[in-house]
């Protein structure tokens, strides 16, 4: 049983595009996450939300606590957004989704 | 600021050797953690410690010890490594609660044989 889920687990996308990546969840939450995996192993926290939307350069978090979901959305995608996105809540415990691996391709 | 790092990058033991990973960070956060990452599966909670002195169990503890003498040290211990424990290791820190950003060390790539 999985309490975070992510879709699509892998997408490619022309340079350019308009990428969404979605996560949903199955337990009540404090915050939730979205953190940028790139090939390397580094781990970088890129938003932290507990409602509405945020927006950072060309990225877009959105979360809908009634529904338990949440997208990150990528304006004009870029080959150096080529990583694994990941989703992560934080309530009574910790739990991580196991990815989306985003490659942009030129 | 060094931010948070991990001290071995890589290592490869034989099974039922030990060894001690070392994560250190430089910005005063009281919370640190120790997550594990393998294929296909997120990452996950090991040990966690909400201040100097304090440490406790996190998703998957069996196998690992942990200590936090000094606010700024985080230590992993495997007293005797198994295959089932290799692996990437992941050590983070936040300023306080769950709520708040983490910030991720490098990762260590540990092989057990």
């Known amino acids: 049983k999985n309490e975070v889920e992510q879709s699509p687990q892998n997408l490619t996308a022309q340079e350019g595009e308009f990428i969404t990546i979605n996560c949903s969840y199955s337990v009540g939450i404090s915050a939730l996450h979205w953190l940028q995996q790139h090939p390397g192993g580094g781990i970088v926290s890129l938003f932290m939300?507990?409602?509405g939307k945020k927006k950072h350069g060309r990225l877009i978090a959105t979360i809908n606590i009634q529904e338990k979901h949440s997208s990150l959305h990528i304006t004009a995608s870029h080959p150096r957004d080529s990583a694994v996105y990941i989703c992560a809540v934080t309530g009574n415990q910790f739990y991580f989704g196991t990815g989306t691996s985003l490659t942009v391709i030129p | 600021n060094a931010g948070v790092t991990q001290t071995p990058k890589f290592r490869v033991l034989k099974t039922g050797q030990s060894m001690t990973l070392l994560c250190a960070q430089d910005?005063?956060?009281?919370?640190m953690y120790w997550y594990r990452q393998d294929p296909g599966m997120g990452l996950r909670l090991i040990h966690y410690s909400v201040g100097e002195g304090t440490t406790a169990k996190g998703e998957v503890p069996d196998g690992y010890n942990v200590s936090r003498l000094k606010k700024q040290n985080f230590l992993l211990g495997l007293e005797s490594a198994a295959p089932s424990q290799t692996s990437v290791y992941f050590c983070?820190?936040?300023?306080?609660?769950?709520?708040?950003?983490?910030?991720f060390g490098p990762g260590t790539r540990l092989t057990v044989l």
């Open positions: 983070a820190s936040s300023t306080s609660g769950r709520v708040n950003e983490q910030f």
């Open positions: 939300l507990s409602s």
């Open positions: 910005m005063n956060h009281e919370y």
